[in-house]
């Protein structure tokens, strides 16, 4: 476990020392503050607006950073030479794959705690309440959410050689099931066999990332979900990142390297 | 002696291209064995399959047949790797990282306790003559002291086996004579390594025995004083001459 840990923390070094964070903290930030200084049409509900266009922005940062960073991971290292004296260290390729997964998700994660810290903040200055539990809920889903989209991304970055072609690959799956993942079954009836048990394969296979997604939750004060669904809907993300993971260890462990 | 690396019957093929091209044989059929506290010369022309083998003896690619066993153990099992030391030939290391992140990142990856850790930093950057700039970011260091931290990474562990790729390699004369310095020292403590080189002269002075590889066949293998004595000439023109060169005018 300590070697695991040791190449997370180096992970973690790694993303606070470049600039790609702050970039889209500063950015979300200074969004977020206009938007919220402008009172439209008087209207006491316009919070709402905000919160949705800063919980927007906060999903889409913390996807670039997720995606971006997670895909230069090991073709980095190959790229640099710096795998060669990783691996000629009592360091299996199992423990690299999951010391680069739980770097990224914990870089991920402090990442999505900077956010949310900026995003209660601004809703508190106008709403005067911190629903903490609900914010909770929000991050740790949107958090599990991201362990499945690094572990994709890592699967990916040993199968594509170049980091932006698996970015780009990604980017276009993790929007696809965000965007239409939840229709495809609906699509489905309409279609004529084999595309009808074609598409509802891919509806059982691909992992809903939709669930995941609570911003109505906040944004219209919802009551929380159950904890009993929280965990089941965490499980669930988990047993996705233990195939992806288990894909990408599979994929490594013939996989020359010099 | 006790054997530290056995080499058996190695053979690394790797596939054409294209499929109507016959495979390319990088290394065949090496057998090699090199003893506790020796330190052997790797030679070969470039493309003779040197790396290929050290490449094989670190687990970074699968041989086709054969086996390599690093303290009796096949390099497989990353057991094997836990006392050995390794520079490859051109050294790039994580540059957002100062020499002294490094080494405490690779103690940790050898599991060596924390104090013990600090204590061994300090005397790998002391040897390699980096202690100055220990906190410096090692992207603002020149190609020599890149290649000083590689040293000083390979050292990390106390390894009874250092495996050194071209330790020399695009380096001043000033820092080819430290890192003979360096392979001495090593010698003299009754450490094993095991280097590739161009540099007849270094490993003239330092090795105790040579393999000469080519084209991925062995084609001399023996003390540096009895081969040098079996041909009546310096070790270049023993590689030369074993290597099939023949002295064309120009």
Same mark, same amino acid.
């Given at each position: 476990?300590?070697?695991?840990f040791?190449?997370?923390? #180096? ?9 790609? %964070?702050?970039?889209?903290?500063i ?18 509900d316009? &919070? ?18 997720? &995606? ?11 790229e ?10 009592p360091? $299996?390729r ?18 999505l705690?900077?956010f ?7 809703a ?15 991050? $740790? ?23 932006s072609?698996?970015?780009?690959i990604?980017?276009?799956?993790v929007?696809?099931?965000? %965007? ?5 079954d #609906? ?9 009808? $048990?074609?598409l ?10 939709e %669930? ?31 195939? %992806?993971?288990?894909g ?11 | ?20 091209q ?10 090699? +064995? ?14 003779a399959?040197?790396?290929?083998? @050290? ?9 086709? +047949? ?17 006392? !050995?030391?390794?520079?490859p030939?051109m050294?790039y290391y ?7 992140e ?13 104090? *013990?850790?600090?204590?061994? !930093? ?18 603002t260091? +020149?190609?020599?002291?890149?290649q ?10 106390n390894?009874?086996?250092? !495996?050194?790729? *071209?330790? +020399? ?29 161009? *540099? @007849?002269?270094?490993? *003239? ?11 991925g ?30 002295n064309?005018?120009?």
């Amino acid at each position: 476990m300590n070697q695991i840990f040791a190449v997370a923390g #180096i992970v973690i070094k790694e993303l606070y020392r470049r600039k790609d %964070f702050y970039v889209l903290f500063i950015v979300t930030v200074l969004i977020c503050l206009v938007m919220g200084s402008v009172n439209i049409y008087n209207n006491p509900d316009i &919070i709402r607006y905000d919160k949705a266009i800063c919980l927007l922005l906060i999903w889409i940062s913390s996807l670039v950073i997720a &995606i971006t960073a997670t895909a230069r991971q090991i073709p980095a290292e190959r790229e640099q030479r710096t795998l060669l004296p990783l691996l000629a260290k009592p360091l $299996s390729r199992t423990q690299l794959i999951l010391g680069k997964f739980l770097g990224c998700w914990m870089a991920c994660g402090l990442t999505l705690l900077c956010f949310y810290m900026f995003f209660g903040a601004l809703a508190a200055t106008r709403e005067h309440e911190w629903p903490l539990l609900g914010y909770l809920q929000a991050i $740790s889903m949107h958090w599990a959410a991201l362990g499945v989209v690094i572990s994709l991304t890592l699967l990916g970055s040993l199968v594509f050689a170049a980091p932006s072609s698996n970015a780009t690959i990604c980017f276009v799956i993790v929007g696809g099931i965000l %965007f239409v993942g939840r229709y495809l079954d #609906i699509v489905a009836l309409s279609l004529h066999e084999p595309w009808r $048990s074609g598409l509802y394969g891919i509806y059982y296979v691909i992992p809903h990332l939709e %669930f995941f997604d609570m911003r109505k939750l906040i944004i219209h004060d919802w009551p929380l979900i159950s904890w009993e669904y929280i965990g089941l809907a965490i499980l669930y993300a988990v047993g996705y990142m233990a195939v %992806f993971l288990a894909g990408a260890c599979l994929v490594f462990r013939k996989k020359a390297v010099n | 002696m006790p054997t530290i690396l056995a080499i058996q019957n190695l053979r690394v093929e790797f596939p054409a291209r294209d499929r109507r091209q016959p495979v390319k044989v990088a290394v065949k059929n090496l057998s090699l +064995s090199v003893g506790a506290g020796e330190v052997f010369g790797f030679l070969g022309p470039n493309g003779a399959g040197k790396t290929t083998t @050290m490449n094989v003896m670190l687990g970074f690619t699968n041989a086709t +047949s054969g086996d390599i066993l690093l303290f009796g153990t096949s390099v497989r099992q990353p057991i094997a790797r836990q006392r !050995i030391g390794y520079l490859p030939e051109m050294t790039y290391y994580y540059k957002f990282l100062t020499a002294e992140e490094l080494l405490r990142f690779y103690a940790r990856l050898f599991q060596i306790p924390k104090g *013990e850790a600090e204590g061994r !930093i300090d005397a790998a950057l002391k040897l390699v003559e980096l202690d100055h700039a220990r906190k410096r970011l090692i992207k603002t260091y +020149s190609k020599g002291m890149q290649q000083r931290v590689g040293l000083a990474q390979a050292l990390i562990n106390n390894p009874d086996l250092l !495996i050194l790729d *071209e330790p +020399s390699s695009g380096l001043d004369p000033l820092g080819r004579m430290k890192v003979r310095q360096i392979i001495q020292r090593l010698k003299d403590e009754g450490k094993t390594v095991f280097f590739s080189s161009h *540099e @007849m002269g270094e490993v *003239e002075t330092v090795c105790d025995r040579v393999a000469i590889l080519h084209e991925g066949e062995l084609c001399a293998e023996g003390r540096v004083k009895d081969l040098v004595d079996r041909h009546q000439c310096n070790l270049e023109q023993v590689f030369l001459r074993v290597v099939g060169y023949q002295n064309q005018p120009l």
